[in-house]
């Protein structure tokens, strides 16, 4: 079942036009919930990301679009599908309303909410083989744009093409200074001895919600220092560690770059204080 603009229907078929400025324009936002048993993974901050977002996308903003409404829509939507007792992955896509070609005629949106059912409850550590690459045929261009959750992806798009190609599980994105910014599907932390860095935002990298709740959780780490720092790609040879995050997935540790192998010991760790936060949340 998919809930558009608060109906549920039996299909997506039929709903969106040629003109839907989402598709035409790349005038659209999304963003991506983790539902487990009828609760929304870290709620607030994905609903106040989302306003933000559509804030800086000059969106009008429904008067009824509050924490509450939008919370009732996506539980309704989880329950139209049966899936109240299962794990449910939920995407937001809020656009523009059609009309005008760059310059839009209004700012009104509309919505629309698609459901997955997903296998494990809580965040589990995936110790299988995990190698990955830079992608260097496209680069991300700082600022505010590049940090929101938007359909214009086409790096994230073409460097999940060149990863199957190549046969790797992921690749990073570099940024127009050639310093290391996330994965295609997620933010990077980098370990090396006692120190966890992560490229800050003024570097181009998504805003992760995931990303918020891991440094929180880092900066609690007893014997480890939190640092936002740009990442070379020279240092990633020489990290100990490197982990990508994600609601969906939590912690994805990286274990092969190159010719390097790394550890998960930071990850393990992290993964367990997560599904506590997580369970006491």
């Not at 359909?151 to 046969?167: C, H, P, Q, T």
Request: glycine share 4%.
């Amino acid at each position: 079942m998919v809930n558009f603009n608060g109906t549920l229907h039996d299909t997506s078929s039929n709903l969106l036009s040629l003109e839907n400025r989402g598709y035409a324009y790349g005038d659209a936002l999304f963003e991506t919930l983790k539902v487990v048993h009828g609760k929304i993974l870290f709620w607030e901050d994905h609903y106040f990301r989302l306003m933000a977002s559509m804030r800086i996308m000059r969106m009008e903003i429904p008067m009824n679009f509050t924490m509450e409404f939008l919370e009732s829509e996506i539980l309704k939507t989880v329950e139209a599908n049966q899936w109240t007792k299962a794990t449910v992955r939920v995407r937001i896509n809020v656009h523009r309303l059609e009309g005008g070609k760059y310059w839009p005629t209004a700012n009104d949106i509309a919505y629309n909410m698609v459901a997955e059912r997903l296998d494990s409850d809580f965040y589990r550590l995936n110790e299988a083989s995990y190698t990955v690459e830079l992608y260097k045929d496209f680069y991300v261009a700082p600022g505010l744009l590049s940090t929101l959750k938007s359909n214009a992806r086409s790096v994230n798009v073409l460097g999940s093409i060149f990863a199957k190609e190549n046969a790797f599980d992921n690749c990073l994105l570099l940024n127009t200074e050639k310093t290391v910014v996330e994965a295609l599907n997620g933010n990077l932390f980098l370990v090396k001895d006692h120190v966890i860095k992560t490229p800050p935002l003024s570097e181009g990298c998504l805003k992760g919600i995931m990303r918020k709740q891991l440094m929180e959780l880092i900066e609690k780490l007893e014997g480890y220092t939190l640092e936002e720092a740009p990442i070379s790609p020279f240092e990633l040879q020489k990290a100990d560690e490197l982990f990508i995050t994600n609601v969906i997935t939590g912690i994805q540790p990286i274990t092969n770059y190159r010719k390097k192998a790394f550890t998960n010991t930071v990850s393990t760790v992290l993964v367990e204080n997560l599904n506590t936060k997580v369970r006491l949340g």
